[in-house]
Each structure stands twice: as C-alpha cells, then as structure tokens.
C-alpha cells in the first residue's frame, strides 16, 4: 500500500501527503503536505524550489531544535551568519494513528543528526468543506511536541540566534506557489508591516499576473507565536514559534499548536476575508 495519503474535499483530491521524502539530508527531510490545491484545482505550494530546496510545502519544521537544524539549509550562527554545518536532523514517521479520505494522524519523531530523539510529535491533518461555499475549503492541522522526561527542549530561530530583521521563522509554514503575492491582517498590509505581527488572522493572496488568483486565510496563533511573512524574495508564511525569543518545553512537558488555513479561489478583500471566518467559526 502507498505510505503517503491524499485528502479530499466533495471527492476532489485537495491535498497530497509525503510522508517520508527521498531528498538530500541537508533539506531537512520531513513529512510534508504538496501540492495543495483549490477546490478549481489552482495549485497553492511550491516545494524544492530553486531559491530555498528546503521549502517542502506545508510543513512543521524549526531550524534550531537544542542544536539541531530541522528545517534544512544553512544554520545561522551567532557572529558568524548562515553556515554549512553538519547539524541536519530529519521528523520520521512513526505510525498512522488514522487514516482517512478527509483526515490523517500520525505519530512522529523529531531526531539528531545521530538519529537520537528530540521531540515526539503528534499530528492530525484534515481538510473538510466551507459550508454554502463552492469556491473554499479548510485545512486543519494540530500538533503536540513533547519533550523527554529526562531534558528540557528548547526551539529557536535565525533571530533568537542573532540575526536582525524579523527572521524567526520556523513552526508551521506555508511555501505558496510560485508567483506575485500579497499579505493584510485587520488592521496592517504588506509584508513589512504583518511580517512579526500577532493579529488573529493573516490573508495571503497569490496568483496573478496571467495565473488563476487564490487566498489564503491563516488563523490559529498560539501565545507567543507571531505571524513570518514573505512576498517579496519568495512567497510564504510561517506560525512562527520562535520569533523573539526561545520556546522552550520542559522536560516531560508538550505544546500544542492548532492551525486552520481557508483556501479559496479568487483573491478576497478585508470584508470578504471577515464574513468567510464568520462562516467557518
């Protein structure tokens, strides 16, 4: 049987499901969700793309995880900037918890670069229908990392390691197809001006330029995430768990993090945007 799973929406195929990736280990190897589509079949990720090989999709993925880099790519380093190092770990699948056409859950493992576990992760991924509309649907993920008994977890980024700029990527992030993009919350527009934000909500609209248009709706902030937004060198959004500061889990201890992103065809403006999660709840 194929170990990687497909998600439906009203029989359509929405979303495929990579569990384990064949990819160069520097990458980051890691289960991860290409392409996702609209309900018109408009693709919305872009995955190894030329700019950043490491972009897989949707994923969850941290570049600094008590020293090792699950994101892949180059590690930031304190005084020294982005460095090759020898410090890739990879998430491996464990178990399917549940499978289904809508809905998926497995069990995870976030490793070293020796193959030694860090974290253990549960996940739960499902796409279901927007009631009244035939243009959107809903993607849900929720995740529970858990830290050893023994050893506190921390999990950091490029900005809590030194870099400026509003750099602390890394949670659950969103690489968007290739192409023209925008980003607004309530109250904020462009990518200066919601990248860092905390707002409940964050639109991404892509497409353009010749292509079929598409929104992405995100809401599901956890306390202490901030929102990580590109439109500009490439097109992404990020739940970004270590924007400021570390989060560290105590040993013993979990966080959980629960994300809905809307996918809808055909670009949404601010009123739009609030009337669709009024629907959705």
Do not use: K
Request: proline share 6%; net charge negative; hydrophobic share 40%.
């Amino acid at each position: 049987m194929d170990e990687n799973a497909r998600l439906t929406v009203r029989g359509a195929t929405v979303a495929e499901y990579v569990i384990a990736p064949e990819i160069d280990p520097r990458h980051g190897p890691r289960p991860f969700l290409h392409p996702v589509r609209t309900l018109a079949g408009v693709p919305v990720t872009d995955a190894l793309p030329e700019d950043h090989r490491w972009h897989l999709g949707v994923s969850v993925a941290m570049q600094d995880v008590a020293g090792t880099n699950l994101w892949g790519g180059r590690t930031y380093v304190r005084g020294s900037g982005y460095t090759w190092r020898d410090d890739h770990g990879r998430i491996a699948h464990d178990a399917w918890l549940e499978r289904a056409d809508d809905h998926i859950g497995q069990r995870l493992r976030w490793c070293d670069p020796t193959g030694a576990t860090l974290l253990t992760e549960q996940r739960r991924v499902a796409a279901r229908p927007v009631d009244g509309r035939d243009d959107a649907w809903a993607l849900d993920v929720t995740y529970t990392l858990a830290a050893p008994m023994d050893r506190e977890i921390a999990l950091g980024s490029p900005a809590t390691n030194g870099r400026p700029g509003g750099a602390g990527y890394g949670g659950f992030f969103w690489r968007a197809a290739p192409g023209p993009a925008e980003a607004f919350t309530a109250g904020a527009e462009g990518e200066e001006a919601v990248n860092g934000s905390t707002e409940p909500w964050l639109a991404f609209v892509g497409g353009g330029a010749g292509g079929p248009a598409y929104t992405l709706v995100f809401s599901g902030l956890g306390d202490g995430d901030h929102w990580f937004v590109r439109t500009g060198i490439y097109p992404g959004v990020c739940v970004a768990l270590a924007f400021a500061r570390p989060l560290v889990i105590a040993a013993g201890g979990a966080v959980r993090r629960r994300h809905t992103v809307l996918v809808v065809d055909g670009t949404l403006r601010r009123d739009q945007v609030e009337a669709l999660l009024g629907r959705v709840g």
